[in-house]
């Protein structure tokens, strides 16, 4: 009953929000990538894909069997939606009793999808990280190779999806080797010296290591070494600390155990992956995925870049981590007025959080900071459990999954760190901060319920509001947007009147006659039923140089464009614009303004 109730708030709470909200360029991408499937095309090879291209063709199949609208998406992402519930629930059970763990789900359901419940990728991948992470738990409690084979497979198709899967791929090896020592040391033998495979994780470490540097280095400031590093840095010290405990078994015997755990998971995982790549090879993208896939995510690096917050603040997420250990250790009149008093902080924190920029700060960073944060705890909890007799229970693999898991899924906000990418990872994030809380031997219920309360009305009604905190409040859907396209889907007001004046203009005008729409304009093409005439989604990302070439050679092509669509508010393709506008103003002699739009035609 518990659990039931949890999975119909969650479902109502999604479904108010459901058509609420969109980003233009996101829409735009979801549907103009399904569309050129529809039409004979292949992502990469074809047209630029900014995922690995698995979602395109899934959004394409529904478009094909349902009618091409973008609602038909987000009810598709609702079916993903009602079966994580249910796996986020049955994590928090692994450590939890019913109330907590329902208490759990309910912040992990408030901190994602239904803030931004378009049909994103990455929703996707958190979808099947969670799937994984579960078979994994599963296996921890009953060891058996089915579990390893659906928790690879959870990671293969998440990578269909987007690559970043490679990080839950990653932190589930990680797990592999936390596993082994354990089992390596609960034998009844005496100690063994095990140098060869001692080599073997230290050198898979390093490799580790540097590549997390190398991944953030380009841009990298503190805190993308705080956020992105730190985390990763955390677990390798804690597998090389956990050798100082000699094993009780010989190099080939650890070898042996660690092998029989990664092999069914990667061969599970290279499934879907290999005959992903087998079709691009059939139809001769094969290359043209790999560089979409390898090579051009290296460059929007230097093109799209947002560092997460500094060290400064993580005060709100350490501050308030002490404040809950140190409650939990006071007893009687103490411990009562100082549960007590931080209720009523939070309380008075989420009620000034729309109106005062400091609670809003405070409130989030509290949230966001955390995962650092829970690196340290985390790294604290397992070494001094090393120091025991008895090591690496089950419960502490099921913690050391959850650490890993949520550390390197949490790279998936790098390198654009906006709060909407923290809720990508912030439901794995709640996780492992339940299983820390439930190891305390004495939880201050009171104030437990009080942040469980405070985390699920917060999102609710800040961030999902869009308040930032007194400055002010984003509009985000209050209009509906009416065009055959789009379904019942609500955006700002701007957006709404501004499309649906543009929209039916640029059809009407370009009829069957190739148009073009620029810079970082997916959502025109799409929204307009009119055909891309180049493989860019968005000119931002383009080589300058290249990209003055390929529109020269497109806008000067005699008797083909009649109708360019210029936007002219872009910051991110400020230099594109420009070189669009010295090519299209001189041939193009009549035009339009619309909102942050011009028009221009041509006889």
């Known amino acids: 009953m518990i659990f039931l109730l949890v999975w119909l708030l969650s479902a109502a709470y999604l479904g108010i929000n459901l058509n609420k909200g969109w980003n233009q360029y996101d829409e735009g991408t979801l549907g103009q990538t399904a569309e050129r499937i529809l039409h004979g095309e292949m992502p990469h090879r074809d047209f630029h894909d900014p995922y690995t291209g698995g979602l395109a063709y899934t959004n394409a199949a529904i478009f094909k069997f349902f009618g091409i609208n973008l609602f038909w998406l987000r009810l598709f992402l609702v079916v993903f939606f009602l079966a994580w519930v249910p796996a986020i629930y049955v994590l928090a059970r692994q450590f939890l009793n019913p109330w907590p763990a329902a208490a759990v789900t309910l912040v992990a359901v408030a901190w994602s999808v239904p803030n931004y419940p378009a049909a994103m990728p990455s929703w996707f991948n958190l979808f099947f990280a969670t799937f994984g992470t579960l078979a994994l738990a599963k296996y921890v409690r009953r060891p058996a190779v089915p579990w390893l084979v659906i928790a690879g497979l959870c ?25 082994e020592q354990s089992l390596s040391r609960n034998e009844s033998a005496p100690p063994r010296r095990t140098a060869l495979y001692l080599a073997f994780l230290t050198l898979c470490l390093s490799i580790f290591i540097a590549t997390l ?91 799209f870049q947002r560092e997460p917050p500094g060290l400064v603040f993580e005060y709100p997420a350490v501050i308030a981590t002490l404040l809950i250990l140190e ?37 989030l960073q509290s949230a966001w900071g955390i995962i650092p944060v829970l690196a340290v705890t985390t790294l604290f909890v397992l070494s001094k459990k090393d120091q025991l007799p008895e090591t690496g229970s089950e419960n502490d693999q099921v913690l050391f999954l959850l650490f890993t898991i949520t550390a390197l899924f949490s790279l998936i906000q790098f390198p654009y760190a906006q709060v909407i990418y923290f809720c990508y990872g912030a439901p ?19 104030i437990l ?36 396209r789009v379904g019942p889907l609500r955006v700002p007001k701007v957006e709404a009147i501004e499309f649906e004046e543009l929209i039916p203009f640029v059809r009407n005008l370009a009829g069957q006659n190739p148009t073009f729409a620029g810079p970082d304009c997916p959502e025109v093409y799409f929204l307009a039923g009119i055909k891309n005439q180049t493989p860019i989604l968005f000119d931002s990302l383009q080589d300058p140089l290249d990209y003055e070439r390929e529109m020269r050679s497109l806008i000067n092509r005699p008797n083909f464009l009649k109708v360019a669509v210029l936007h002219d508010r872009t910051i991110s393709a400020s230099y594109q614009l420009q070189i669009l506008r010295s090519l299209v103003l001189p041939r193009f002699p009549n035009s339009r303004k619309i909102g942050t739009f011009t028009v221009y035609w041509r006889p």
């Open 155 to 179: 990671g293969g198709l998440s990578f269909l999806f987007k690559s970043v899967a490679l990080y839950y791929l990653a932190a589930a090896l990680l797990f592999f080797v936390y596993r």
């Open 213 to 303: 540097t190398k991944l953030v280095f380009v841009i990298g400031g503190t805190p993308e070494y705080l956020h992105f590093v730190f985390p990763g840095l955390a677990i390798a010290l804690l597998l090389i600390f956990r050798e100082h405990i000699p094993p009780l078994v010989s190099n080939w015997s650890r070898f042996r155990a660690l092998f029989q755990m990664a092999a069914p998971f990667l061969i599970a995982s290279a499934v879907p992956i290999v005959l992903f790549f087998f079709f691009y090879r059939y139809h001769s993208g094969l290359g043209s995925l790999m560089n979409g896939l390898f090579v051009a995510p290296l460059l929007r690096v230097f093109y």
């Open 327 to 363: 409650t939990a250790k006071l007893r009687g009149q103490p411990r009562r007025v100082l549960s007590i008093f931080l209720v009523a902080l939070a309380a008075l924190l989420l009620l000034t959080s729309r109106s005062q920029d400091v609670s809003y700060i405070v409130a």
């Open 428 to 446: 794995l994030a709640a996780l492992l901060a339940a299983c820390l809380l439930s190891r305390l031997p004495r939880p201050p219920r009171m």
């Open 449 to 484: 319920c009080a942040a469980a309360v405070f985390y699920v009305l917060f999102p609710m009604l800040v961030i999902r509001a869009h308040y930032i905190g007194g400055r002010y409040h984003i509009d985000y859907a209050s209009t509906p947007l009416r065009l055959p």
